[in-house]
């Protein structure tokens, strides 16, 4: 990776602007946009900006956007992703076209067979709680303030969410 592609990933994870990180690389800035953005699609800057991304993040900062991306699987969770119904006939597909995103969602699945009937239980772990969880973190949900991710840094409540936000949509 040249030097100039380096000084752009480091100026791209200040604002995440492609235009703006092309110029201050040095790129000219009739063609900063196109640059930017030509620059974003190639996998050696991708992966030099998440390691990037990586070395700035506290060990804090790191298990709260794995935390944010657990949570996420739960609350993002639809019953139509493991099962298939038409009235009350149940079919649960097979174990191997279930996403492990879908998987990580499910808390129990069962079958009971008798004589007379079969019965499919399938339960996914409660959706509520985990909007609960997420609302209460990102502080939308009371007046608290979102855990500092270490003493000496402090970030205010929407500055944080705006951080996490768009730090889990770029990683």
Request: charged residues 30%; proline residues 1%; glycine residues 2%.
């Amino acid at each position: 990776m040249t030097a100039q592609r380096k000084i752009f990933c480091h100026e791209y994870v200040k604002d995440f602007n492609a235009t703006q990180a092309a110029i201050r690389a040095g790129y000219s800035k009739k063609t900063a946009r196109s640059q930017g953005q030509r620059l974003l699609t190639f996998d050696d800057v991708q992966i030099y900006i998440k390691k990037h991304i990586q070395s700035l993040l506290s060990q804090t900062d790191i298990f709260t956007l794995q935390w944010v991306e657990k949570v996420k699987k739960i609350i993002e969770f639809d019953m139509r992703d493991v099962a298939e119904w038409a009235g009350d006939d149940v079919k649960l597909k097979a174990s191997n076209e279930i996403s492990d995103d879908a998987a990580y969602a499910i808390q129990e699945i069962s079958s009971t067979k008798s004589r007379y009937a079969s019965a499919v239980k399938i339960k996914a772990v409660d959706k509520a709680k985990a909007l609960d969880l997420m609302g209460k973190y990102l502080a939308i949900l009371s007046d608290n303030e979102p855990p500092a991710a270490n003493i000496d840094e402090k970030i205010d409540r929407e500055e944080r969410k705006q951080r996490i936000l768009m730090l889990t949509k770029k990683i």
